[in-house]
């Protein structure tokens, strides 16, 4: 019998490796309703954390098809928006852990919403010196890029003469678009970055579960490689942030073709800086203006484009941040996504603007949906004033009428439509045949308010618990100082620096490792670390947003003259997997949990997967740990 079941599972887990669905070959669907949230803006990095999101993955199903969410592989131990990605395969990010970031995909996938990942890989940050990346094993094969891999105009050529005076080759190849200063501009035209970067994409759709891509900065590198790449990843959605005029966009889309067919959408920046203009220049017509010329065009405005373009107001490049110049919509913002919500193209919404006005979004967006507004639908400019503008879009089961500016009431509305939202700076009216289920749909939107609200007064309030920080160095150090500080700005954790010297060991996984354990008490605590030794010198690189267990270890390489940490998630891993805590993974732990399960004894560890129950998945998470995956 226990043969039977452990086959049975055997079989089970071995489908839900190899079972990849279909997806498209097109860069992105054709007639296609959906509506994308940005799930991020700069140093989102609590309101983003995977848990949190994926916390409100019934709510965003109602609305978003699609969430766009950061680059989620591994920086370096340190916060970081994930725009100077140092791994490929090790997926700690400081939005959370790899267990956390795949849980949340399949929940979203689950209840229909897929999970678009940032693929940055015009440049990489490198381990420790100019040019050195991490080796990386996935599946048995060994990724890894070398100095031969970066573009010999790197860095205005900083890079080829610190190369030069280092004994190091950088590649033969120019770089064939832009560079990115700071980062080490990759040459994809080189075989090695090929074979990598197929991986990469292969590893997010077959394997994180993601549906498709953000490709950043793709101006860094000719478009026939995002061409090629999609062709062999084959996502069922992508989107480059090609930030230019019209025309560049459209050159780049037509760059990404395979038989004819675009491989990715692009996002429409010109559609955004129409309305940051109207708004900032408090002038309506200039949302369709002909003014600009081609360039200036937004791309939803050709015909021919409209499938491809993602439309959006603002993203995390735009929005306003404490320390730099940037070029946000400081006003009317509820009318830019009402605009937004109203036009053809896929509306991709800002995160910041989601949270502000949840409760008007929601019934634009279903306004949207109710029509059946899609990426290609056509519309027709109703009136165009300084003062107000009204633009009438065709779906596929009524039209909409969205009137936004300063006094949008002036806006005289045809025969056959009815007033369905408005606010001091837009109204939404619909074909009047949908009225009736419109009620329906905004019954259910303030029923699910209703709930949201109580389900939110009635959580159970957060169980306290314990989280240890382990830590083992390959440096030799006569002693190990742990310098602790937390979320809420308490830097005396274990004293001022150098900390605390720690002397508990533990052998896990064959080796010794320093720990300390912390008390959480809020969903959002955390502490940050660095290990150090003697009276603080030498010390580590900052590890910083630790939520759960975590394993450090300390490599002999330094970066700017501090000890390079790394996570060790092989043997968290097996930490977490090792359900009868006798310091191996085998078929007793299988077994332990069985008997968890059916009672007959108890292990506090069963819940391997940690989804909070323990179940014959977790059973399935065991034998996949066993066998290798
Ligand atoms: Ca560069
Ligand atoms: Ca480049
Ligand atoms: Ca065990
Ligand atoms: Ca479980």
Request: net charge negative; with cysteine.
């Amino acid at each position: 019998m226990k043969r039977q079941l452990l086959n049975l599972l055997l079989s089970l887990s071995i489908f839900f490796i190899f079972h990849t669905p279909c997806t498209n070959a097109q860069g992105w669907e054709e007639n296609y309703t959906g509506v994308m949230l940005q799930g991020f803006y700069w140093d989102s990095f609590t309101d983003t954390r995977w848990t949190k999101l994926e916390k409100q993955a019934d709510e965003l199903a109602n609305y978003f098809d699609l969430v766009w969410i950061p680059q989620s592989a591994c920086c370096g131990t340190a916060d970081n928006m994930g725009y100077m990605p140092l791994y490929c395969f090790l997926q700690e990010s400081s939005f959370g852990s790899e267990k956390e970031l795949r849980k949340m995909i399949s929940t979203f996938k689950s209840k229909g919403v897929g999970t678009i990942a940032d693929v940055v890989v015009n440049h990489r940050g490198t381990y420790s010196t100019m040019v050195d990346f991490p080796e990386e094993t996935y599946k048995g094969v060994t990724y890894q890029m070398f100095s031969t891999d970066i573009c010999k105009n790197d860095d205005g050529g900083n890079t080829l003469n610190w190369a030069n005076s280092n004994g190091c080759q950088l590649s033969q190849n120019n770089d064939t678009g832009e560079g990115w200063d700071g980062g080490r501009d990759i040459d994809h035209k080189s075989e090695n970055v090929n074979k990598c970067v197929k991986a990469y994409l292969h590893y997010l759709i077959n394997d994180l579960g993601y549906s498709g891509f953000r490709y950043d900065m793709v101006k860094g590198y000719s478009p026939g490689f995002t061409a090629e790449y999609n062709a062999y990843a084959n996502p069922q959605f992508s989107v480059g942030e090609c930030w230019d005029g019209t025309t560049t966009i459209r050159n780049w889309i037509n760059g990404t073709k395979v038989d004819d067919k675009p491989m990715s959408a692009a996002f429409d920046f010109q559609f955004r800086y129409r309305v940051r203009d109207a708004i900032n220049q408090n002038n309506w017509t200039r949302l369709s203006a002909e003014s600009e010329g081609d360039a200036g065009k937004p791309l939803i405005f050709n015909e021919q484009y409209r499938r491809y373009a993602v439309t959006f107001v603002e993203n995390h490049d735009t929005e306003k941040r404490q320390n730099s110049q940037q070029d946000p919509i400081k006003t009317d913002t509820l009318a830019a996504n009402a605009y937004l919500l109203a036009m053809p193209g896929t509306p991709c919404i800002f995160l910041k603007h989601w949270m502000a006005a949840k409760g008007d979004i929601k019934r634009m967006i279903t306004a949207r949906k109710l029509v059946g507004i899609h990426n290609q639908s056509s519309w027709q400019v109703m009136e165009s004033k300084p003062m107000y503008y009204a633009v009438k879009t065709q779906g596929n089961n009524g039209e909409l009428i969205c009137v936004v500016g300063k006094t949008p009431a002036a806006y005289k509305v045809p025969d056959g439509f009815t007033e369905v939202l408005a606010a001091a700076n837009f109204k939404y009216y619909i074909s009047n045949e949908l009225t009736g289920e419109w009620n329906d749909r905004l019954q259910a939107i303030v029923a699910e308010e209703v709930a949201i609200k109580q389900q939110q007064q009635s959580q159970p309030s957060y169980t306290p618990h314990k989280v240890t920080v382990y830590v083992r160095s390959e440096v030799n150090w006569a002693k190990m100082n742990f310098y602790i500080w937390d979320s809420n700005n308490n830097t005396q954790l274990n004293g001022n620096w150098p900390g605390k010297q720690i002397t508990d060991t533990k052998t896990i996984n064959g080796y010794t490792w320093y720990y300390q354990t912390f008390d959480f008490s809020s969903e959002d605590y955390y502490v940050n670390a660095v290990f150090n030794t003697n009276t603080g010198s030498p010390q580590t690189v900052d590890a910083t947003r630790i939520y759960n267990d975590q394993f450090f270890v300390i490599r002999n390489v330094q970066r700017d003259g501090k000890y390079v940490l790394e996570y060790d998630t092989q043997t968290r891993n097996l930490f977490n997997t090792d359900v009868n805590e006798d310091g191996s993974v085998d078929i007793s732990d299988v077994v332990a949990t069985i008997n968890h399960i059916a009672g007959t004894a108890s292990f506090p560890k069963s819940d391997v997967n940690g989804d909070g129950t323990t179940d014959i998945s977790d059973v399935v998470a065991i034998i996949n740990f066993m066998a290798g995956n």
